[in-house]
């Protein structure tokens, strides 16, 4: 059994910055909020969190992935010490471009401090289909953080 803290380690210290979702392979370099990105009723809330990471299946750039509920993670960062999550919200679809407003499935916003194989709870993925996930997290005041970062730019 891997542990989460050795899981985060090893990620940290490979410098691991990219996930995916079957064949894509969007990064999180998400570290600022950005008012026009974070969305919301907490728009440009000036989250002391940001997505440093994201995996799928514990991969940071799988080609394929044989199960039809594939599991994200995240490692945060943050401005100020002991901040922690208080929710999540991802969206997938099938180009960076569609993030803004997801094809595929948004999870809306859950309270949670999960952030280790959360379960994608979209419809089936289809093979040979490319698709690309972001994910923002809230702070304990409620301020989103900006959202992870497909390739070639923002999600929306």
């Known amino acids: 059994m891997i542990s989460r803290r050795h899981l985060l380690a090893t990620a940290a210290a490979s410098g691991a910055t990219t996930a995916a979702l079957s064949l894509s392979a969007p990064t999180a370099a998400a570290t600022a909020v950005d ?3 974070a969305g919301g009723d907490q728009a440009g809330g000036g989250s002391v969190l940001h997505v440093a990471s994201t995996t799928t299946e514990y991969a940071d750039r799988p080609i394929g992935l044989d199960t039809p509920h594939p599991r994200f993670s995240w490692q945060l960062g943050a401005s100020a010490p002991d901040q922690l999550q208080h929710a999540y919200q991802i969206r997938v679809a099938t180009t960076p471009g569609r993030l803004a407003d997801p094809d595929v499935w948004d999870s809306g916003r859950r309270t949670s401090r999960q952030s280790l194989l959360v379960p994608f709870e ?8 490319r698709y690309h996930w972001s994910v923002r997290v809230w702070d304990g005041a409620g301020r ?11 999600p929306g």
């Open 35 to 37: 008012p026009a990105s």
């Open 122 to 129: 979209g419809p089936t993925p289809q093979p040979g289909t």
């Open 144 to 154: 989103p953080s900006a959202w992870s970062e497909p390739p070639g730019g923002r």
